[in-house]
């Protein structure tokens, strides 16, 4: 299914091109035209491939997600623990932080807007889910608290991130991955992680 | 001064428009003509108080965190402990959902705008400073771990805030206050905290 693939990886090379503009501009700014522009194609090929702007975001913010949950996933395949994968999504490397700015974009629009406050709740679940196995994973390696519930720890470290990337997304000076990892681990050490 | 007064009255009304506005359609919809429509006034008054959107952003959110700080030492002022007075800031109240609106807003822009960046951080700073008050005073009344650095728990305790702020306000039948309330409680413990 040649063309399938095609139309897949098309989106993706526009959605690549969406994230940088959010990052570099604003979401603001983003509009079809210099999305068009930024890409190397005509306005005509971009509306082929997403109707508005909104669908863009959203496909762009599904991209992002997903590549993140994939390197969680790749980092504890490998053998990474619990704060390894949980650092992975901190805003310390230029490409979470340009996913960053796109996650803050698209939470401002997700408020107003229903549809995308039910992809929101999506990102949160999956995360809740991978967080908590990681968790019960470390409590099975002896590394976690056994009395700690992993749901309420998957939570918690939701928060933490969250809060972690709010913080240092707007003053990333004050932020270099040093401080955020240190804050990270004390953050677990205080939930009870042992590793 | 009667005229200054009035000035700054104004400005108040029209900066409480803002947020109500942010907070039931986004602020990619804001304008200064809707802004004058919802106020009862004409564009060109609005123009006399406010020169552009941002301008009218940047004083709504200054108004927004006033509030705020205002409520926090008033809460203090009348003997509420460190756990009450961080609470006021969650997004329990429909008031301060509405200043989170607005909070989350701003640091949208404030990625991409170097003024409404020193502002930003000007609000973290300010935080900081009566979070970690805060700490020192309930250690002194030996309701704090004594070996806490304060700046390191306040800096832990503005994480958490806007760390629950971005879910709760994404997803608030999952977050009713007491939920919040006792997230707050659980992370204070751990940080040291024993009111």
Redesign the interface.
């Known amino acids: 299914m040649p063309k399938k693939v095609d139309h897949h990886q098309r989106r993706t090379e526009i959605a690549r091109v969406v994230r940088e503009l959010v990052r570099d501009?604003?979401?603001?700014?983003l509009t079809i035209r210099n999305v068009a522009e930024s890409a190397g194609f005509s306005t005509s090929i971009v509306v082929h491939y997403f109707d508005s702007k909104r669908d863009m975001l959203i496909f762009a913010q599904q991209e992002s997600r997903r590549r993140a949950e994939s390197a969680v996933r790749a980092a504890r395949a490998a053998g990474g623990g619990l704060e390894d994968c949980v650092a992975i999504i901190l805003p310390c490397s230029e490409e979470m932080k340009s996913d960053w700015?796109l996650f803050?974009?698209f939470?401002?629009?997700?408020?107003?807007d229903e549809e995308l406050?039910e992809e929101?709740?999506d990102g949160?679940a999956d995360a809740q889910a991978i967080f908590a196995e990681l968790v019960v994973e470390a409590q099975q390696q002896g590394l976690f608290d056994p009395n700690a519930d992993p749901e309420?720890v998957a939570?918690?470290v939701?928060?933490?991130?969250?809060?972690?990337a709010?913080?240092a997304?707007?003053?990333m000076q004050a932020w270099p991955a040093d401080r955020q990892r240190h804050?990270l681990h004390?953050?677990l050490r205080?939930?009870g992680y042992r590793g």
């Open positions: 501009v604003g979401v603001e700014s700015h803050f974009a939470w401002g629009m997700a408020m107003y406050a929101r709740r949160v309420m939570t918690s939701q928060i933490f991130a969250n809060g972690m709010a913080l997304m707007q003053g804050f004390e953050e205080r939930l």
